[in-house]
T-cell receptor, first 113, second 113 residues
Framework: EAQVTQNPRYLITVTGKKLTVTCSQNMNHEYMSWYRQDPGLGLRQIYY???????DKGDVPEGYKVSRKEKRNFPLILESPSPNQTSLYFC????????????FGPGTRLTVT | AQSVTQLDSQVPVFEEAPVELRCNYSSSVSVYLFWYVQYPNQGLQLLLK??????LVKGINGFEAEFNKSQTSFHLRKPSVHISDTAEYFCAVKIYNFNKFYFGSGTKLNVKP
């Protein structure tokens, strides 16, 4: 089944403790992206990747890191999480090359205390 | 900066009534436009997209949208809604030749029996 998977689905952590949210797609998509969803703000793009080793900032990249060492994986790293990073996070992928339909993962709900 | 405005945060409607969810965007250059639906506790799913050609776009589940370049709008419509259409709907924009996506703040559609 074609899908985007994220792990973990739920995470409660404390301020300053480094964490990684994994994202993997099995559709050989070139484009991958991370979003955060906050009430009343919709989805805001954090980082995106056009292909392996090619990443760029979205609208809200502060406090986040990403890497794209393999085509299928695009982990989101919070090196020193803070309470204002409490949010619902979505990973998405699309084929690229003129196809812009994004396929979304199920989401990761992160709480930083 | 680009922006996407969804004018209604909540839209209550009775079953079998028509509905229109409004979306306006700000951009002086060409755009690609999308509507996504999010059911409770799920990721986003593409309803329809406008890339080029006919300004009236048909999507899944009986939804359609019309691109109006002069009014920079992309309103979503359905002639007769069902209880199962209860969800949150997001309008999104991709600027031609740029790789970022911009989402609106969402409209919660509540279909009542």
């Amino acid at each position: 089944e074609a899908q985007v998977t994220q792990n973990p689905r739920y995470l409660i952590t404390v301020t300053g403790k480094k964490l990684t949210v994994t994202c993997s797609q099995n559709m050989n998509h070139e484009y991958m992206s991370w979003y955060r969803q906050d009430p009343g703000l919709g989805l805001r793009q954090i980082y995106y990747s056009m292909n392996v080793e090619v990443t760029d900032k979205g609208d809200v990249p502060e406090g986040y890191k990403v890497s794209r060492k393999e085509k299928r994986n695009f982990p989101l790293i919070l090196e020193s999480p803070s309470p204002n990073q409490t949010s619902l996070y979505f990973c998405a992928s699309s084929l690229g090359g003129g196809s812009y339909e994004q396929y979304f993962g199920p989401g990761t709900r992160l709480t930083v205390t | 900066a680009q922006s996407v405005t969804q004018l209604d945060s909540q839209v209550p409607v009775f079953e079998e009534a028509p509905v229109e969810l409004r979306c306006n965007y700000s951009s002086s250059v060409s755009v690609y436009l999308f509507w996504y639906v999010q059911y409770p506790n799920q990721g986003l799913q593409l309803l329809l997209k406008y890339l080029s050609g006919s300004t009236l776009v048909k999507g899944i589940n009986g939804f359609e949208a019309e691109f109006n370049k002069s009014q920079t709008s992309f309103h979503l419509r359905k002639p007769s809604v069902h209880i199962s259409d209860t969800a949150e709907y997001f309008c999104a924009v991709k600027i031609y030749n740029f790789n970022k996506f911009y989402f609106g703040s969402g409209t919660k559609l509540n279909v009542k029996p």
